[in-house]
């Protein structure tokens, strides 16, 4: 005899599914906005996003690490932005083959402006939810990043 209840496992898959298909559609309109309202890339945002957080600058591996993609990616990237002076690359002191990336003031200023505009694009994607539906969602992926997280290390 088969239950008419479906199983748990159903409903996880169904909503991996829809937070898969909201996240690939947010991701896809901010591509869009940076890209016809800015003239820039996602890629480019992230990089200079992290530059950002930490002023002091970080090691192009570290970048690479931090964003969780490939040294080669982050290269490219960084070597437009300091073409075009809104990053620079500082030797590392007592290290001669390590740089730092960090951001220019111009960079500064520039991912400012970005990052008000990604701002309302979010505020405005998001703005069918109340602030407690905002909180218990922030709770509940938490919750889910916190189980995966911890699985990683149990796996490493």
């Given at each position: 005899m ?6 748990i ?10 937070l898969?298909?909201t996240s690939?559609?947010i ?8 890209r ?8 480019r945002?992230?990089?200079m996003?992290?530059l950002?957080?930490?002023?002091e600058?970080?090691?192009?591996s570290d970048?690479?690490s931090?964003?969780?993609?490939s040294?080669?990616?982050?290269t490219g ?6 073409e075009?002076g809104?990053?620079q ?5 007592g290290?001669?083959r390590a740089?730092v ?7 500064k200023?520039?991912f400012?402006?970005?990052a008000?505009h990604?701002?309302s694009w979010?505020?405005t994607?998001?703005?069918g939810?109340?602030?407690e539906?905002?909180e218990a969602?922030s709770?509940?992926l938490?919750?889910v ?6 699985k990683e290390?149990?796996?490493?």
């Amino acid at each position: 005899m088969t239950s008419a209840i479906e199983p748990i496992s159903k409903t996880r898959l169904r909503v991996w599914l829809k937070l898969l298909k909201t996240s690939n559609g947010i991701e896809a309109e901010i591509r869009r906005n940076l890209r016809d309202r800015h003239n820039t890339t996602l890629p480019r945002f992230d990089v200079m996003s992290a530059l950002a957080r930490f002023p002091e600058g970080l090691k192009m591996s570290d970048l690479s690490s931090f964003l969780r993609v490939s040294n080669g990616n982050v290269t490219g990237i960084v070597d437009k932005l300091t073409e075009e002076g809104l990053a620079q690359r500082v030797a590392v002191p007592g290290d001669k083959r390590a740089q730092v990336a960090r951001l220019t003031e111009k960079g500064k200023s520039e991912f400012e402006s970005l990052a008000n505009h990604h701002e309302s694009w979010i505020d405005t994607l998001l703005d069918g939810l109340s602030f407690e539906d905002l909180e218990a969602l922030s709770d509940t992926l938490e919750r889910v990043l916190t189980q995966s997280t911890e699985k990683e290390r149990a796996d490493a």
